[in-house]
């Protein structure tokens, strides 16, 4: 079958490469609907990562937020037309102990091989979590982002102490909201307050106990664990202020990406006994659980459609353009594509 995928070439310029997809593998095609970016994707289509990686990996098709219709199976295990959640994890051998997202051998869509920016996609079959009926498709778009907080919440549950009154937020950009949000269900005894830099975005985060200006945070206020989701360089002032108004064995999670690497307060990392980890990336478990975190709490589905900045129909290579710099112009909010191709 004739397939068009549509390449990141060169930082900002994208190009249509034809290529052939085989009927004959177990792999499903599914047309995608809709698509959302990530910072990921612009640090490429800016050409903000290193000139040795953007060499390495382009070209390549970005995006790996995304949803697609199946148009066909060739089990017919899926119908035609179904709705599905797409999962840029490949994984290509199991282990016991380690996650399919922590293994050295995955390989992650549009990072280490073609993202979901073309006509039609080949995913294995174990790559796609139905979508249920009536769910609001540019809320589905960015389901990994969603389901990378839920992944991160889960490890931060089984490493961090039982004392939670106070669980700390740094960051005011989507993955922040979508964190304080999922940690608001998830636990909600727990005091959840928002660390960050911008009053306009904080005032989104309505579900949130409390927010904060970093720039003035009442001096003995103490939280008991913390979420960093700020990412660039800037994590490092984030990550260090966590580290003064956390209380002693306190957990912080790492999920913000630096290009370059950050210098921490480790002397204090060891006089107060934290417990600090990274995160990174979701699997399909984590991509389940999320959609059926969607379909017991609706109001989680309109919180998030509260993120959605732009909309924009791409049918063409300079509505891609137009709308990767749409997001890059945006106050603040996910920019989703709906897919026309
Ligand atoms: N671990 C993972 O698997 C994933 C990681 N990420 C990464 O997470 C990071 C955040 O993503 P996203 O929310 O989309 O990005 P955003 O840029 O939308 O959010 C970051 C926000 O943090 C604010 N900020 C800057 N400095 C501080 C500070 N010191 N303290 C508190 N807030 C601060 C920024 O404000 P301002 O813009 O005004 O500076 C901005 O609003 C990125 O690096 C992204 O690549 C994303 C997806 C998955
Ligand atoms: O966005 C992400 C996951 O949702 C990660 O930031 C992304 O996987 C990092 O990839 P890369 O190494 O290509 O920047
Ligand atoms: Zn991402």
């Not at 290009?259 to 979701?282: A, D, Y």
Request: charged share 25%; net charge neutral.
């Amino acid at each position: 079958m004739l397939n068009t995928i549509y390449r990141l070439v060169a930082p900002r310029r994208f190009e249509a490469e034809f290529s052939d997809i085989s009927l004959k593998d177990d792999n499903i095609i599914v047309r995608p609907t809709h698509l959302s970016i990530c910072n990921a994707d612009q640090r490429y289509y800016q050409g903000k990562r290193a000139p040795e990686v953007l060499k390495k990996k382009l070209p390549m098709a970005l995006i790996h937020e995304g949803i697609g219709d199946v148009l066909y199976d060739p089990r017919g295990e899926y119908k035609p037309g179904q709705s599905v959640a797409m999962v840029p994890n490949t994984p290509v051998e199991k282990d016991d102990v380690i996650a399919e997202n922590y293994l050295r051998s995955s390989k992650f869509r549009a990072s280490g091989f073609d993202g979901f920016m073309q006509d039609s996609v080949a995913i294995g079959r174990d790559r796609l979590v139905l979508l249920p009926a009536g769910i609001n498709k540019r809320v589905a778009a960015f389901t990994e982002l969603v389901s990378v907080s839920y992944h991160t919440i889960n490890r931060f549950d089984v490493r961090a102490h039982r004392r939670r009154d106070r669980i700390g937020v740094w960051g005011d950009g989507n993955l922040a909201f979508i964190t304080a949000l999922l940690l608001k269900k998830r636990m909600p005894d727990s005091q959840v307050l928002i660390f960050g830099k911008n009053d306009y975005k904080m005032a989104d985060f309505v579900f949130a106990d409390a927010t904060y200006d970093i720039t003035d945070i009442p001096p003995e206020l103490r939280v008991d664990h913390a979420f960093e989701c700020v990412g660039t360089e800037a994590s490092g002032i984030a990550i260090n202020q966590i580290i003064d108004f956390i209380n002693p064995e306190g957990t912080i999670a790492i999920m913000g990406v630096s290009e370059n690497p950050v210098p921490l307060n480790t002397r204090m990392i060891l006089e107060k006994g934290l417990n600090v980890f990274g995160s990174s990336r979701s699997g399909v478990q984590d991509f389940r659980d999320t959609i059926q975190l969607y379909n017991s709490n609706k109001d989680v589905e309109e919180y998030l459609e509260s993120i959605i900045g732009e909309t924009i129909t791409v049918r063409s290579i300079a509505d891609m353009n137009r709308a990767f710099d749409a997001d890059i112009r945006k106050s603040g909010g996910k920019t989703v594509m709906v897919w026309e191709k």
